[in-house]
Nanobody
Framework: QVQLVESGGGSVQAGGSLRLSCAAS????????IGWFREVPGKEREGVAA????????CYAASVKGRFAISRDNAKNTFYLHMNNLEPEDTAMYYCAAGTPDFTCSRARRYYNRWGQGTQVTVSS
């Protein structure tokens, strides 16, 4: 089964940037869909970005579109979330996730069945 390891979280001031990394290993079939989710206490885990590895198509939540970008390095089997112009509202635990569906890019949690351990992002005003 696939294993996911996130890195790159940290603290930054509003307007700053961070890049999260997700290193994937194991069964490549389980990484047809890669997504980045975030969670804050008391709220549901939210899918913010995803990439369909079959064709590289991406999809984003409205709250991050234009500020975040998901990308991949095939040689390293690593996926990234580039976060620019960060806002205090982006503060959350961020998780990388993998799923097997390959018909469309989706941020819906039900399509993902493998999760990383999470990395904290804190944005101060």
């Amino acid at each position: 089964q696939v294993q996911l390891v996130e890195s790159g979280g940290g603290s930054v001031q509003a307007g700053g940037s961070l890049r999260l990394s997700c290193a994937a290993s194991g069964n490549q079939f389980e990484t047809n869909l890669i997504g980045w989710f975030r969670e804050v206490p008391g709220k549901e885990r939210e899918g913010v970005a995803a990439i369909l590895t079959r064709d590289g198509s991406t999809c984003y939540a409205a709250s991050v579109k234009g500020r975040f970008a998901i990308s991949r390095d095939n040689a390293k089997n690593t996926f990234y979330l580039h976060m620019n112009n960060l806002e205090p509202e982006d503060t959350a635990m961020y998780y990388c996730a993998a799923g097997t569906p390959d018909f469309t890019c989706s941020r819906a949690r039900r399509y993902y069945n493998r999760w990383g351990q999470g990395t904290q992002v804190t944005v101060s005003s």
